[in-house]
């Protein structure tokens, strides 16, 4: 950290977290790393891997208790559990996850939303299969993460480009919102009825297509 912290990154990766002391821990070095290095106090965040051990995962409710600020996301680690407990291959032969890394990955997910901070799901290995990392990628993105970690460079512009909503979504989504334009709690809209999470939902697509709500 006294190397990294006078270049101003935006923030690090921190690993193999098991619970919210680490997150003080390394905190508490930061600040001193910070005032050192003449930086604003809490400039350098922190995206966490936070499900790599079985202690970890049990421990995933400890994280929600206060909020940190420094803390703007978290990932979870498949491979590194699997290791951790003596298992064999984490995935079923079609690519799906075995049951205990679905838990581990929800565990993520639903702790990243309580918490108000990024969701991003793990690496998907197989870097030379842009249509495997494409589906693992929307997949993500549809089950709530907000992003994915790559593994590979050439996973980037892929990732990318699963988790931005397409043109066709972004039509959708203002067609929601006008569709409310009323004010009304509830409207059809090609023979469904919606009501204010669709609205939301909406609204959410277009924030992050870095559009303006309307």
Same mark, same amino acid.
């Given at each position: 950290?006294?190397?990294?912290?006078?270049? &101003?990154?935006?923030?690090?990766?921190?690993?193999?977290?098991? @619970?919210?002391?680490?997150?003080?821990?390394?905190?508490?070095?930061?600040? #001193?790393?910070?005032?050192?290095?003449?930086?604003?106090?809490?400039?350098?965040? %922190?995206?966490?891997?936070?499900?790599?051990?079985?202690?970890?995962?049990?421990?995933? @409710?400890?994280?929600?208790?206060?909020? /940190?600020?420094?803390?703007?996301? #978290?990932?979870?680690?498949?491979?590194?559990?699997?290791?951790?407990?003596?298992?064999?291959?984490?995935?079923?032969?079609?690519?799906?996850?075995?049951? #205990?890394?679905?838990?581990?990955?929800?565990?993520? %997910? %639903?702790?990243?939303?309580?918490?108000?901070?990024?969701?991003?799901?793990?690496?998907?290995?197989?870097?030379?299969?842009?249509? @495997?990392? /494409?589906?693992?990628?929307?997949?993500?993105?549809?089950?709530?993460?907000?992003?994915?970690?790559? $593994?590979?460079?050439?996973?980037?512009?892929?990732?990318?480009?699963?988790f931005t909503?397409?043109?066709?979504?972004?039509?959708?989504?203002r067609r929601?919102?006008?569709?409310?334009?009323?004010?009304?709690g509830a409207?059809?809209?090609?023979?469904?009825?919606?009501? $204010?999470?669709?609205?939301?939902?909406?609204?959410?697509?277009?924030?992050? &297509?870095?559009?303006?709500?309307?």
């Amino acid at each position: 950290l006294a190397a990294v912290v006078p270049l &101003a990154p935006v923030g690090i990766v921190l690993p193999k977290v098991t @619970g919210p002391e680490d997150l003080d821990i390394v905190g508490y070095y930061l600040d #001193m790393a910070e005032v050192a290095a003449g930086l604003p106090q809490g400039q350098t965040k %922190l995206l966490t891997v936070c499900t790599e051990t079985a202690s970890a995962v049990l421990r995933m @409710g400890d994280l929600l208790g206060t909020a /940190r600020p420094r803390l703007i996301g #978290m990932l979870w680690g498949g491979e590194d559990l699997s290791t951790a407990l003596g298992a064999g291959d984490p995935r079923h032969p079609d690519g799906r996850w075995r049951s #205990m890394y679905e838990h581990a990955r929800n565990q993520c %997910l %639903l702790g990243c939303h309580a918490l108000g901070i990024e969701a991003i799901d793990t690496v998907y290995v197989d870097f030379r299969n842009p249509e @495997g990392c /494409r589906a693992s990628s929307l997949e993500a993105r549809y089950d709530g993460f907000t992003g994915k970690a790559a $593994i590979h460079p050439d996973q980037v512009p892929v990732i990318n480009t699963a988790f931005t909503p397409t043109e066709d979504e972004i039509a959708h989504a203002r067609r929601v919102i006008a569709a409310f334009s009323s004010g009304a709690g509830a409207v059809s809209l090609d023979g469904k009825m919606l009501d $204010i999470p669709h609205l939301k939902s909406a609204r959410q697509m277009l924030h992050s &297509a870095g559009l303006e709500q309307e």
